[in-house]
C-alpha cells in the first residue's frame, strides 16, 4: 500500500486585526505559496496573488512564491497573515514610465520651448556644443534604458505597488527636468578646463555605459531558462563583466560611473546632486542585495564588496 497523504489546513487571518479571512481545507503538502495565493484569490477576487502579501508572521518578510507548504516552521494547522499590497503594476512597464518621461522632458528644455525660458529662446540652439553632447548623451542614456528594459531585463518580481511608481517618476522626472534647465539655460556656461575635460568625461561615459549594458546582460544570462532562483553571477569572456570579481553589483558602478562623467561633462551642480543621490541610494540596494548573497552562498567570494571595490 501507498503511503498516506497528510492533508494541510490552512487559515489566513489579516496582518492588523487577526480576523479569519479564509480557511483553506485539504492543501496538499507540497502546494506552494503561489498555489496557496491562488486559492486566497477565488475567495476574494478583488485581491489578485500580485495584491497578495502572504506571510508568518504579521510584521515579517512576504513569502516567496516558490517555497512549499510542507517546508514552511507550521504544523499541518497553519496560520498564515495576509497584507494588502495595493493596486499594482508590472515591472516592464513601470521602467517604460520612469524612464521615457526624462527622455523626453530633456527635449522640452533642449529646444527651449517658449514657456520654459520665454519667447525670445523660442526653438534657439546654445552656442556650446557641450549642450548638444550632453542632450545625446542623456537621451542615450534613457533610450539604452528603455532598451533593455524590453529586451534583456528578466524580473524575479512581476509588479511594483503603484505608490511607489508614482514617487519614482516624480524622482526621475522632477530631477531630468532640474537637469535640463540648467544645462541648456541661455546663461549656461560650459567646462572650466574646456575640450579637454569632456573628452575624458565622454570617454568616460562611454565606457561606464558599455560595462552597465555588460553587466544587465550578464545578469539576464543567469535566468535565461525563466528560473527565478537566486544564483551567483561571474565574470565572463566580456572584459567589463571582469569588475565580478571585486564587488557583487558592478551595473551599480558602472551607473554611478556614467553620472560622475555626466557631472564631468556639463560641469553642473544639480547634475552633481542627482549624481550623489544616485550613489547614496545604489549603494543601500547593493548592500542589501551584496549581504542576502552571503547569507544565501556559504562559497560566495569572499574578496567582493557592494559597490566600490575594496572599500564598499
Known amino acids: 500500500m501507498g503511503s498516506r497523504v497528510t492533508f494541510f489546513e490552512v487559515e489566513i487571518l489579516d496582518w492588523k486585526t487577526k480576523q479569519q479571512l479564509c480557511f483553506l481545507d485539504k492543501v496538499e503538502p507540497h502546494a506552494t505559496i503561489s498555489d496557496i495565493r491562488l486559492m486566497f484569490h ?143 539655460h541661455p546663461l549656461y556656461t560650459p567646462p572650466s578646463y574646456g ?31 525563466g528560473s527565478k532562483i537566486r544564483k551567483i553571477p561571474y565574470p565572463t569572456k566580456n572584459p567589463f563583466t571582469w569588475l565580478f570579481f571585486f564587488v557583487t553589483c558592478p551595473n551599480y558602478t558602472y551607473e554611478v560611473g556614467a553620472w560622475i562623467s555626466f557631472t564631468i561633462m556639463t560641469q553642473c551642480v544639480p547634475v552633481g546632486l542627482f549624481t550623489f543621490l544616485c550613489f547614496i541610494q545604489m549603494t543601500v540596494w547593493a548592500k542589501d542585495k551584496h549581504y542576502t548573497y552571503v547569507r544565501e552562498f556559504k562559497d560566495y567570494p569572499s574578496l567582493r564588496m557592494p559597490i566600490i571595490p575594496f572599500l564598499l
Open 195 to 225: 575640450q579637454k575635460q569632456i573628452n575624458f568625461a565622454v570617454i568616460m561615459f562611454l565606457i561606464c555605459e558599455a560595462g552597465n549594458f555588460s553587466i544587465h546582460v550578464a545578469l539576464s544570462d543567469l535566468r535565461r531558462d
Open 42 to 184: 477565488k475567495s476574494y477576487p478583488q485581491w489578485y496573488p500580485a495584491r497578495q502579501s502572504i506571510r508568518l508572521d504579521p510584521k515579517g518578510k512576504s513569502l516567496r512564491d516558490e517555497e512549499i507548504l510542507q517546508h514552511l516552521p507550521v504544523g499541518t494547522t497553519a496560520t498564515l497573515y495576509f497584507k494588502d499590497l495595493g493596486p499594482q503594476i508590472g515591472w516592464t512597464m513601470v521602467f517604460l514610465t520612469e524612464y521615457a518621461g526624462p527622455l523626453f522632458i530633456y527635449f522640452l528644455f533642449y529646444f527651449r520651448m517658449p514657456f520654459v525660458y520665454g519667447l525670445d529662446d523660442k526653438l534657439t540652439s546654445s552656442p556650446h556644443p557641450v549642450v548638444n553632447l550632453a542632450c545625446i548623451c542623456h537621451s542615450f542614456h534613457y533610450i539604452k534604458r528603455l532598451i533593455e528594459t524590453i529586451f534583456v531585463h528578466r524580473f524575479s518580481h512581476g509588479t511594483m505597488p503603484l505608490r511607489s511608481i508614482i514617487k519614482n517618476c516624480f524622482y526621475y522626472w522632477g530631477f531630468a527636468a532640474w537637469l535640463a534647465y540648467y544645462i541648456n
